[in-house]
């Protein structure tokens, strides 16, 4: 799986054990002390809405949730359906899994 230089320093940690955690609880924290209590789905190829030739068009990974509870203003789009995503450009600070740190 290939992630690009921005992704490895933010997200590679997560990346290396996302399919351990597929629908465990989780707490996600920003540094503006916004957090979601929510559960992990699953990770996807993602893109920014630009043209392929465009040179702010990016591939990146993203990491999908659904809410429990949130807390705060967090970085993210949440649907009607209660789920949102994370990426390198918005993923938490820290990231709590059965009482441990896990980024």
Known sequence: MYLNDKEESIIGNFMNVADEYEQKEMILKWEN???I???YDSYMEDETDFDIDDREYQEFWS???????LTGDPPVYITEDEFFC????????EIIA?????N
């Open 63 to 69: 990491f999908v949730f659904s809410v429990i509870d």
């Open 98 to 102: 059965d009482g441990k740190k896990i």
């Open 86 to 93: 994370v990426d390198y450009r918005n993923f938490p600070d």
């Open 33 to 35: 002390g916004s957090q």
């Open 37 to 39: 209590h929510g559960i």
